[in-house]
């Protein structure tokens, strides 16, 4: 996409997230209220959707990882959940990130499904850099890999649903038809071990600022 209206979301979401996690660092006390406001926000928008567009098996369940990962952030802003937390910010922020900058949508800049798609996504980027970068997480030793053995199980939940119903969670089965960056790795299952690899490399770069003993970012 990357017309005005996509730019202008991603300018939006960046400064917001900046803003409340600066915010949050220096006003410790008021971190649970911007962590409720966004977790009602994400909740609100999950019910709103289900209620709005249904449930309908097998294709529309809410099984997708953003989905997960905004139930798992919703519980991780109450409960702040080590494991919890470890999962969300290394399988959260990049597949919310990439989400924004390629969405797999098909719809205009005004459409509810535009906008229902960048707010949802927006909401949980926003969430999770609140919560990691805000001075509210912790991180112990060993986190990406246990994150990115959590992710690899879900990858193999959601490739078992994809064989017995036909769907594409994921892209586990074939590439989406919009460009992504899937395009540069190569042809099925070719893409799925690159990006397995490219997960590695990412996480391992999230891990720099936030590993224990390293400050994170002021």
């Not at 919310?96 to 927006?122: E, K, N, V």
Request: charged share 15%; aromatic share 16%.
């Amino acid at each position: 996409m990357l017309g005005l209206r996509h730019i202008a979301w991603l300018i939006g979401i960046a400064a917001t997230a900046a803003f409340l996690a600066r915010f949050c660092r220096h006003h410790e006390t008021r971190y649970r209220v911007v962590c409720f406001v966004l977790a009602a926000a994400l909740v609100g928008e999950e019910i709103f959707r289900y209620a709005h567009d249904g449930i309908h098996f097998p294709n529309r369940v809410p099984i997708q990882l953003c989905t997960v990962v905004s139930w798992l952030a919703v519980i991780a802003c109450f409960t702040r959940t080590p494991l919890l937390m470890e999962f969300i910010y290394f399988a959260g922020l990049p597949g919310a990130a990439l989400a924004l900058l390629t969405p797999d949508l098909r719809a205009t800049a005004s459409s509810y499904d535009f906008i229902r798609y960048f707010f949802a996504h927006g909401c949980l980027l926003i969430l999770v850099i609140v919560l990691v970068f805000g001075k509210i997480a912790t991180f112990r030793p060993g986190a990406p890999i246990r994150a990115n053995t959590m992710l690899l199980v879900y990858c193999f939940f959601l490739l078992i649903y994809n064989r017995l119903f036909g769907t594409n969670f994921m892209y586990l089965i074939h590439k989406p038809k919009n460009p992504t960056l899937l395009d540069y790795f190569g042809p099925w299952p070719v893409y799925i071990f690159a990006a397995e690899l490219a997960v590695i490399a990412i996480f391992w770069l999230l891990w720099l600022p936030v590993k224990p003993g390293r400050a994170v970012m002021e």
